[in-house]
């Protein structure tokens, strides 16, 4: 069993940005690592970078719950039937005006972001109850307050915050922990995001509102520390813990300082 007893972890979203750092970083304090996406070779290039022995490779759909369920029965033969850690990281974005938006733009965003999520917190459950697990869902700051030219994008992460906060209470009862991790901007391809048919991108906008992007080990820090503690809520960047101070004492400044910034 290659697990050999090691912790576990299973990431999605697991051949790039912040889920490529947290299974480094898990890895690196040997832990066993179960890595999951829809690209293959990005998929496999991280298994070799980790050691084949501390990692599998696993091709997940997380919008498809046989993939899920092949994926993890899997991953459970190496680790005993158990898993301590799950991080439904997978997530896409499309930036624009949601007028701009297509149908497309719109469904993947919900498919993957919220049914991704909801599909992983159930077919994870019960490997997770065998080892008294955590649960980890990455949301994001535009769950804190709705994000113009990311309305979608917002809304879905609203919904995983939310998902998170009721499995805290639902899961408790069978032993299985939940964290929810919201970032700022963190500099993965997400940032690359645009409306199909557009040329405008996420990161352009970043730049032209001096808005500050962290580097993704600092979302595995976050991600490393919500493992192994109790809190329900997690932040990463110091713009992240000003964002909730401010969305909750003094969300009407928020609003007025979003509607004074030009959208076109």
């Known amino acids: 069993m ?25 890895a690196k304090e040997g ?38 369920a092949n994926a993890l029965g899997a991953f459970g033969k190496e680790t005993g039937g158990k898993l301590d850690v799950l991080l439904n990281n997978a997530g896409v974005a499309r930036f624009g005006l949601l007028g701009d938006l297509s149908d497309a733009d719109c469904d993947i965003q919900v498919d993957v972001n919220i049914k991704g999520v909801i599909n992983g917190a159930r ?10 697990g955590r649960l980890i869902n990455i949301a994001s700051c535009a769950g ?12 879905t992460k ?12 639902e899961y408790a009862a069978q032993g299985v922990s939940v964290a929810c991790v919201m970032p700022w901007f963190v500099e993965t391809p997400i940032l690359n995001a645009g409306a199909s048919g557009t040329n405008e991108q996420m990161v352009d906008s970043l730049r032209k509102g001096g808005l500050e992007v962290y580097p993704v080990e600092d979302a595995a820090q976050v991600v490393w520390d919500a493992a192994h503690g109790k809190a329900l809520h997690y932040f990463v960047g ?13 969300a009407n400044v928020v609003r007025k300082q979003l509607r004074s910034r030009p959208l076109l």
Not at 4 to 9: C, L, P, Q, T, Y
Not at 44 to 52: E, I, N, P, V
Not at 123 to 132: I, M, N, Q, T, V
Request: contains cysteine.
């Open 2 to 26: 290659p697990a050999n007893g090691r912790k576990s972890i299973f990431i999605t979203g697991a051949a790039s940005g912040i889920g490529l750092a947290c299974a480094k970083r898990f």
């Open 31 to 68: 832990w066993f690592v179960g890595l999951s996406d829809i690209d293959r070779a990005g998929l496999l290039a991280a298994q070799d970078a980790l050691g084949r022995e501390n990692a599998t490779a696993n091709m997940l759909d997380v919008r498809d719950r046989d993939s899920w």
């Open 123 to 132: 077919a994870g459950l019960p490997l997770l109850k065998e080892a008294r």
């Open 144 to 155: 804190l307050y709705g994000s113009p030219k990311l309305a979608v994008y917002s809304a």
């Open 158 to 169: 609203f919904a995983v915050r939310g998902l998170s906060e009721a499995l805290d209470v």
């Open 238 to 250: 110091k713009r992240a813990k000003q964002m909730r101070f401010a969305t909750s004492h003094m």
